[in-house]
């Protein structure tokens, strides 16, 4: 690697940079930042930029001389600023100066000016200088071979003052005429730009034009957001520039860098802090805005008109009803037709153009604005903008319809965008609901009417289906004008056979998002309904699919009039299970919509009649599937047992028995299984199904027992976090039980439990592998401890192990099971009935809670062991003092001083409140984990 000495001559300097530019040994780059900041690099710099020099050593020389003003302008003798100067200016000037250099050099001169002119004192020749004379002075504006430097360096000049901040940026911004109150000087910069807009404004379509040179700076000039008079000096240049830059078409490519700028410069221009306080100013500007974008006669103003109508909707709302003067009403008029055209701009968005979308936000505004007026205000607004919204009514439903093609539909990122776009329109239809009213269902309506709807495609039947569906959370449940006379039309007045299936499919969905109009309105439109719901559970995938889902928000809906519809429906889904393919979501919501329906028959003998109909197909595929030993039919497994868990979660009433009696063989099947009783997957859906049919049972202490004698037999085989919720929800049930059903189970499940932990522990396990079944078995611990603390006398041989092990997961570094352990504890210190037993583990608890404390664990768990140590405080008040000196003199903590250590004790047994004892503790192990100095 090169050293120091190797860049001392002129000559090493250009040949590590040449090599560096060929893309030479990484480490160069080191040396070369070396170099720039060693002092010498300011004896070399301006060797390097001669001429005679590679364009590469030119150009780093370049960027040397503008890292080390900025960086390290304290270096420069103030004796030496002129020359500085000077000599910057010489090298722009010259024509052997390679253009990539220049542009370096305009930053490094922008940089010197900005520190200059940032300070206090800046006299040059006994005159105290201001910047923009200075600027002005070096490089004459009216000289056309000095205007193109004079505005590189003012740009420079900007970007820079963009990236100051504090004082110093503070002082150029008044030096370029950017802040209230400025001295005479600060016009200086605004006079710039306006004398090269004028004078250029003739040549704007030359190549590499002052004017553009000019708009460039003024953009990020007014992006630091200086007095309005100032921009408005400016503003009438700024609409020239657009009227000129903008598309000449509605092309996307035909935009150019010159309409980006003029376009940013307008669109901040109108969202200056201040504007509305100036409402002459205010109304002047949008007008002439207004009024070009109307002349223009294309979509290319839509982004600024749309930004300037969200900025200031309320002000243009008022002007509408409230104005009394024509001129600013014509341009709230003219505006918003503008933004409608743009809505209705021809094409397929997405694919074919990318403009209607655009006014999308100022629709959103305008309705939000209107929601916020008085009355009688709103109610003039609404009516004026009533036409505007059903004119937008009408390019929506066109705008959302589907793609009639692949080809149509592009790309998968352009289906994305367009379904994205969909979804707006659906929302910002219920923005034309708050406008419009009903008039809104009516349009919809007689689309779907003779003779209108032989004239769509389907495209567009789909597209009213979607639109009505989207406004379902906008109509009342007690419209019984508008919405019978749609759900008539959809139910009867459609030909389905005649359009692809993505319009039966929309019709479901539609269905289903009226569901609580149909409860509070079943007579007839719920039969009628149904009816057509039905017939789609035998029609394609895609229909299918809508219509489970509907008929699942049906019932869940209007349970209460299914009484005399159930059978055929329960048939209907009898048969569409024997058909269903396998693993389908389908299957989950068609057994939901079975559980309801089955709630809703009015005899036990019909509901055995249709349980052996749903769920009795479960259980014989399940019983079809568990006679092949391939283990590839597992995932069909658990489906159907998730199909039955989905089933008894909405079943009611007095057959629990029967379902539990059904199931269990499969249950007894999959346990004996050598494969599937080893899944994990499946023995979760098993017990989750388990669970339910529990709960399930009028008599659960009587009919359970063949499930709790498969659980404990199953567990024993592969303990699982699912079979110890399952005995959680069983101790829940009956865990008081007079015939002590619990004890044994309870006895078996945990002593298997701790006998696994124990030779895991032995045998140098990690406990963390096991963390889920920690933190479930803690749980149940943790219930039983606060629930039936008598159960836990039911096996005193294990309590103390229980105990010990809630102590060493206090210890663990998984949140759950810490916190899980902490509740167990908790509860188990302060029942009476085992505080014999506590007090024996006592010491080992309080040692592991002060070991926690000393970073055995994250400092954000030790909420819990706090939690842990103030039951301790309250139930053992004459054991935990020792317990804790105890532990200090031996764990982690025996570091601390007797001093320290007798503090914290008293601190701790001292301080009675829980949460204020766990921000001690904590502040207490961040001191005492912080490293030494100096180590």
């Known amino acids: ?178 802040n209230e109150n400025p001295s ?114 294309n979509v290319s103003f839509a982004s600024i008109l749309t930004g300037l109508g969200e900025t200031n909707t309320r002000t243009l709302l008022l002007a509408l009803v409230q104005e009394t003067d024509e001129s600013k009403r014509w341009t709230v008029e003219t505006l918003i037709n503008l933004l409608i055209r743009c809505s209705e701009y021809p094409g397929r968005y997405a694919t074919q153009e990318r403009y209607s979308s655009i006014p999308l936000g100022f629709w959103f505004s305008l309705q939000d604005h209107i929601s916020m007026l008085d009355t009688p205000l709103d109610v003039q607004v609404r009516h004026a903008l009533k036409p505007i919204y059903v004119r937008l009514v009408h390019v929506q439903l066109q705008k959302m319809t589907l793609p009639l093609s692949p080809e149509e539909a592009g790309t998968a990122e352009e289906r994305e965008v367009f379904r994205c776009y969909r979804q707006d329109i659906a929302d910002n239809m219920t923005y034309c609901f708050n406008i419009i009213g009903q008039e809104l269902l009516v349009i919809l309506g007689q689309r779907l009417s003779p003779p209108l709807i032989d004239t769509l495609k389907w495209v567009d039947v789909e597209a009213t289906l979607y639109s009505f569906q989207a406004l379902s959370d906008c109509v009342e449940t ?65 229909v299918l699919a809508r219509a489970t889902m509907a008929l699942k928000d049906i019932t869940r809906e209007c349970q209460e009039n299914l009484a005399t519809l159930a059978p055929s429906i329960l048939d209907t889904i009898s048969k569409t299970l024997m058909v269903l393919p396998t693993g389908s979501n389908e299957g989950l919501r068609l057994m939901y919509a079975a559980g309801k329906l089955i709630n809703a028959l009015r005899t036990t003998e019909e509901q055995l009649q249709y349980l052996d109909a749903t769920l009795g197909q479960c259980v014989l595929k399940l019983r079809e599937l568990l006679q092949n030993p391939v283990l590839e039919f597992k995932e ?133 592998d096991f963390g889920d079944l920690l933190e479930a078995y803690l749980g149940l611990l943790g219930q039983i401890c606060k629930k039936t603390p008598k159960l836990m006398l039911q096996v005193p041989e294990y309590i103390s192990n229980m105990l010990r092990c809630g102590i060493v997961s206090l210890g663990l570094p998984e949140t759950a099971v810490i916190k899980a352990a902490a509740t167990f504890l908790i509860h188990a210190i302060a029942q009476s009935q085992i505080s014999s037993y506590v007090e024996n583990v006592g010491a080992e608890l309080v040692a592991m809670i002060m070991d926690c404390i000393g970073g055995k664990v994250a400092r954000s768990n030790l909420e819990h062991h706090s939690q842990v140590l103030h039951a301790l405080n309250n139930y053992f008040k004459k054991n935990i003092g020792a317990w804790i000196r105890s532990a200090l003199e031996e764990g982690v903590l025996s570091s601390l001083t007797p001093s320290q250590k007798e503090t914290l004790t008293r601190s701790i047994l001292a301080e009675r409140n829980k949460g204020r004892l766990s921000e001690m503790l904590q502040k207490f192990s961040l001191e005492y984990s912080k490293p030494v100095v100096g180590l």
């Open 636 to 768: 069909n497994v658990t489906t159907q047992l998730r199909m039955a868990t989905m089933f008894l979660s909405t079943l009611e009433g007095a057959m629990g028995k029967s379902v539990l009696d059904g199931l269990m063989p499969t249950f007894n099947q999959i346990v004996a299984h050598p494969e599937l009783s080893q899944n994990d997957v499946v023995l979760d859906a098993m017990y989750n199904c388990a669970q339910r049919a529990l709960q399930c049972l009028l008599h659960p202490e009587k009919d359970s027992k063949s499930l709790l004698k498969l659980l404990v037999d199953a567990y024993k085989i592969r303990p699982h976090p699912a079979a110890l919720q399952l005995l959680r929800q069983v101790v829940l049930l009956f865990g008081t039980d007079s015939n002590n059903t619990m004890g044994p189970i309870f006895a078996e499940i945990g002593g298997h439990t701790l006998s696994g932990l124990d030779s895991c522990s032995s045998s140098g396990g990690n406990l963390s």
């Open 478 to 542: 007690n419209d019984l004008e508008c919405v019978p006379a749609l759900m008539n039309l959809i139910i009867t007045g459609i030909s389905y056979d005649k359009y692809p299936d993505e319009v039966l499919a929309c019709a479901c969905s539609t269905i289903a998002a009226y569901a609580e109009w149909l409860g509070e309105n079943p007579d007839p439109w719920l039969e009628r309904s149904l009816q057509l719901i039905t017939y789609s559970l035998t029609q394609s995938p895609i």
């Open 184 to 297: 005479e000087n600060w016009s200086k910069s605004t006079w710039l730009l306006k004398q090269v807009f004028t004078t250029y404004a003739e040549t704007i379509s030359d190549e590499n034009n002052f004017f553009f040179m000019a708009l460039e700076c003024a953009l990020l000039w007014i992006k630091m957001y200086p007095p309005l008079d100032l921009i408005n000096q400016l503003f009438e240049h700024f609409l020239i520039a657009a009227a000129h830059y903008v598309p000449k078409n509605d092309d996307l490519d035909d935009e150019s860098r010159g309409w980006d700028v003029s376009r940013e410069i307008l669109s901040t221009a109108m969202s200056q802090e201040g504007l509305l306080k100036r409402p002459a100013l205010f109304w002047e500007w949008t007008r002439a805005l207004v009024t070009l974008a109307q002349q223009n006669g």
């Open 1 to 178: 690697m090169e050293s120091d000495n190797l860049l001392a001559s002129i000559d090493e300097v250009e040949n590590t940079i040449n090599r560096f530019y060929a893309g030479g040994a990484p480490h160069l780059h080191n040396v070369l930042l070396h170099f720039q900041a060693s002092p010498q690099a300011w004896n070399l710099v301006w060797a390097l930029l001669d001429p005679s020099r590679s364009w590469s050593a030119q150009f780093f020389a370049a960027t040397t001389l503008q890292t080390k003003i900025l960086k390290q302008w304290d270096e420069i003798p103030a004796t030496d600023y002129p020359f500085l100067k000077n000599e910057l200016l010489r090298r722009i000037v010259s024509p052997r100066t390679p253009k990539v250099t220049v542009a370096k050099l305009f930053e490094a001169l922008a940089a010197f000016l900005s520190n200059y002119y940032g300070t206090d004192d800046r006299t040059e020749n006994g005159e105290n200088k201001e910047l923009m004379d200075d600027l002005l002075g070096m490089l004459p504006y009216n000289n056309p071979e000095t205007l193109e430097i004079l505005l590189g360096v003012f740009l420079a000049l900007l970007l820079d003052v963009e990236k100051r901040k504090g004082t110093k940026r503070t002082k150029l911004r008044q030096q370029l005429g950017l």
